[in-house]
């Protein structure tokens, strides 16, 4: 089926020269592809029969089972890069400090100004926290992945 030509390529199955899976030979691969080949974990379950008349059933569900087990994809979780949101914050910051200090005549009056500065100043060190935590559990993930891969080399 379109299916198991799929995992088998991405399995690592296929020769060299044709590695490009086509999700789009049928419905099926083409609603899996994210799942299959993307951003994602992904888990199998296999229901097989102790009948012995689904003996060839079960068999076939099992080698595609197996051939699940070798597909490897690189789940990450998609955020936004908030560097570029800090720094224009920073900048922010900076502008509503100047005026504040300037106390320009056609600027907002200096109680506007400085709760302006202070809500900015607020959310600049949340996204910095954030952006630090996010940092921090993507390191550990970073640290179980590996041990992960070192325990299926083992």
């Known amino acids: 089926s379109a299916l198991t030509g799929a995992i088998h390529k991405l399995a690592g199955g296929a020769s060299k020269g044709s590695s490009q899976v086509d999700f789009k030979i049928s419905k099926l691969t083409a609603l899996l592809q994210e ?38 994809t690189l789940p990450v979780q998609n955020r936004e890069d908030s560097s570029e949101l800090i720094k224009n914050l920073k900048l922010e910051v900076e502008q509503l400090q100047l005026e504040l200090h300037a106390g320009a005549a056609d600027s ?33 993930r970073e640290v179980q992945h590996q041990e992960a891969l070192q325990c299926n080399r083992s």
């Open 35 to 72: 799942s299959i080949s993307g951003n994602s974990k992904t888990y199998v379950v296999a229901a097989v029969s102790p009948a012995s008349s689904s003996v060839g059933e079960t068999i076939s569900t099992l080698c595609f089972a197996r051939m699940c087990k070798f597909v490897r």
């Open 108 to 140: 907002p009056t200096d109680g506007e100004l400085l709760r302006s500065l202070q809500e900015t100043e607020a959310l600049c060190a949340r996204l910095q926290a954030d952006q630090q935590a996010q940092l921090e559990e993507a390191r550990v």
